[in-house]
Structures are given as structure tokens and as C-alpha cells.
């Protein structure tokens, strides 16, 4: 197993292109080449997560926060971003982040595993995003419509929410005329030909284009194929910040937040007035997510969980939901499980380990 073989298998599940306009997610250090001696699994990569790397013989660390942000100008070791992209190059450890696009996704995403924690059902993207879907509309020669319409499928187009194979097409007839230089499929060079056709149309994830397209010349029969891709401007429902879901029966909000507290670890909760006397429904964003407050009160929730809450910030409940702040580290810290998760159903039988270093920065009295 090499290194692009994490990479590949994280990215088909939290593509790089998902991530926010910020963010440094993607293979931070490291040769994608190399093959994988063990993978090292937390959320943050200081330079106990790379003692602990070496230590346990694991030449990758896969983390949620990347070490970098912006540019680097010297690598002379006066911080800790420095002496851990040092110590990594020179004991040969390669470093991963899957940040805002693991956040980003519904299925297998941050925010899912929170809400697996609190066991809350009929989630949903809280701030679904748009700009992220396209459509194809293809002409193809009737008797082709089937296997064109197969292969688009596998190539991920056509789901829409818990829909998977989602097309429309419409009949009509097409015409074209090939020059000397073509070798057509049907009718003769230098003539006009007439063909009944079906218009087939498909939408997809703009990050898949290349493979649909590629899907959809490799399955056309046609040397030349006639395709018309268009932004959409709808909101991707799996795509998005934030998530909201149901408890399975109301629960009293003291005993809530008592569960909260016992299932996110947390060794304190920041909350303003209790305004609900019993909590349903929930909304959540793994690590600091104040900026989704309005899509919580607009979605109904009665509670909003997240962490990094500023003093002035917690003024904006105005006894419409209860924000609760439990801490950047306590709400992320169960991404460590999903890696752990994801990897080990993927390639199994190899060596793979979640850290035992608690990398919060932050101690509680
Ligand atoms: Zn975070």
C-alpha cells in the first residue's frame, strides 16, 4: 500500500475540492510514492503525534487539522509548525489533513459522527452549499441509451438526496453531415444523416466531471459526441456545514445536556438561558461554527452545539435556541474514530493506530 492509496481511497469519500477557500487539506508533506509502514491517526499533528509516529513505526499521519495553513518562508524551527514539518521531512513521515472537506461531507463526514454520538436520527445538511452540482445532457443514438445511461451512473451522475440513478430523457431526431476526414458510426460521409436520438440528461457533482465525461465518451458510440455541460445553481443536500437531526424522543433539557456532556467528554459546557424547556431537535458543527447560528434558528432547532463561541457571539441566542459550546477539541475528537473506521474497513490487516497523545491545547481546573 502506498501513500496515494490513502489519499485516493480519503478523497473519494471527502474530495480536496470540497474544502473551504482557507483551508490546506491534501497530502501536506511526504512522497505520495512511498509505501505505508503504518498510519498514525489524530487530530492535530504536533510534535508528540510525530514522536509517537516514529515510535510506533508509522511513516503517515492522518490527521483533521492541517499543520499549515499559509505560506512558510523559513523552516529554521522557532515554532511548532516548523519543527514538526522538520522533524516530519527528516525522519520521513508523511502528513495528510482532510479538513473542511471531511466537515463539508454528509456521508462519512465530522458532523455525522457527532451526531451518531448523540444519537440523533433525520439529520440533514444544516447550510447545504451550492455551486456544486452540474448538468450533462447528452444526444445519443436511441439503441445506446441504456448502456450510456449505466455508465453515467457509475461514474457517480444522477443521485439526487436518497435517490441514486436519477435521468430524463426526451426523443427527437438528430442530424448531422460527416466530412472526409471522419469515420462515422452511422451514415455516409458527405450526406446528410438523419438519426432518431434521445436527448439524456443527468446531473453530477462538479468534482466528478472529468470521470463522467470521460464515462460517457468511453460508452458512446459516436466518434464525435455532442454534450452540453451547465452550472446549477441548486444547493448539493449532501454537501454543506453544520447538521440537524432529531432526538428519538424529546429529552428534558438539564438531562440533556448532562448527555452531552457525558458523550462528547467534555469537561465543561458554555451555555446560554435555557429558553427550551425539552430539546428535539438538534443542530451541530464540529469545531467553531458560530457562523451557523442563523441556519440553526431558521432550521428550529432548539439547541446548536459547537465550540469556539465568543462572549459577545453568545448574546445572538436571544432566547430563540440554546447554544451550547463544548469545546473545538471535544467536538472534533471522535474524527479519530472515523479515520480509525474508514481505514481499517478499507485496508485491512495493516497497521494502523489512533494516537494516544490528547492534543488539545487547552486544560480545564
Ligand atoms: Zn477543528
Known amino acids: 500500500m502506498k501513500i496515494k492509496d490513502v489519499v485516493e481511497y480519503l478523497e473519494s469519500i471527502a474530495p480536496r475540492s470540497l474544502q473551504e477557500s482557507y483551508d490546506n487539506a491534501g497530502l501536506i508533506v511526504g512522497d505520495k510514492d512511498l509505501a505505508v509502514t503504518g498510519v498514525l491517526i489524530a487530530l492535530d499533528t504536533i510534535e508528540a503525534v510525530l514522536d509517537e509516529a516514529i515510535e510506533k513505526g508509522c511513516n503517515l ?66 447550510n447545504p452549499k451550492k455551486g456544486l452540482l452540474k448538468k450533462l445532457s447528452v444526444f445519443v443514438p436511441v439503441n445506446a441509451t441504456e448502456s450510456i445511461k449505466n455508465a453515467l451512473f457509475n461514474a457517480g451522475a444522477g443521485s439526487i438526496g436518497n435517490y441514486s440513478e436519477c435521468s430524463f430523457r426526451t426523443e427527437g431526431i438528430g442530424s448531422f453531415k460527416a466530412n472526409a476526414s471522419s469515420n462515422p458510426t452511422v451514415g455516409e460521409i458527405g450526406a446528410q444523416h438523419e438519426e432518431k436520438e434521445h436527448r439524456l440528461e443527468v446531473v453530477f457533482p462538479a468534482y466528478l466531471e472529468r470521470a463522467v465525461v470521460q464515462s460517457l465518451i468511453q460508452a458512446h458510440p459516436y466518434e464525435e459526441v455532442a454534450y452540453d455541460i451547465y452550472a446549477l445553481e441548486n444547493v448539493h443536500q449532501e454537501i454543506g456545514s453544520g447538521l440537524v437531526g432529531e432526538l428519538e424522543e424529546p429529552m428534558e433539557t438539564g438531562a440533556f445536556l448532562e448527555m452531552l456532556k ?55 441566542a436571544e432566547n430563540r435556541i440554546i447554544i451550547a459550546d463544548i469545546g473545538h477539541y471535544e467536538s472534533e475528537q471522535y474524527t479519530i474514530e472515523l479515520f480509525y473506521e474508514l481505514l481499517t474497513q478499507k485496508f485491512r490487516n495493516f497497521a494502523i493506530h489512533c494516537t494516544e497523545v490528547n492534543t488539545n491545547p487547552i486544560n480545564y481546573l
Not at 490527521?63 to 518562508?73: C, E, Q, R, S, Y
Not at 435555557?274 to 451557523?292: E, Y
Open 61 to 126: 499521519v492522518v490527521a483533521h487539522h492541517p499543520i499549515v495553513f499559509g505560506g512558510l518562508k523559513t523552516f529554521t524551527g522557532k515554532n511548532y509548525v516548523e519543527r514538526v514539518i522538520l522533524k516530519a521531512i527528516k525522519n520521513d513521515i508523511a502528513i495528510y489533513a482532510a479538513h473542511t472537506n471531511l466537515d463539508n461531507v454528509y456521508r462519512n463526514g465530522v458532523n455525522g459522527k457527532i451526531a451518531e454520538k448523540l444519537g440523533l436520527t433525520k439529520t440533514r445538511i444544516l
Open 262 to 316: 457525558q458523550n462528547m467528554k467534555a469537561d465543561g459546557i458554555r451555555y446560554t438561558a435555557l429558553c427550551k424547556k425539552k430539546i428535539k431537535r438538534v443542530a451541530l458543527c464540529g469545531g467553531a461554527g458560530s457562523f451557523l447560528l442563523r441556519n440553526a434558528i431558521g432550521a428550529q432547532a432548539d439547541i446548536f452545539i459547537t465550540g469556539d463561541y465568543k462572549y459577545h457571539q453568545f448574546f445572538d
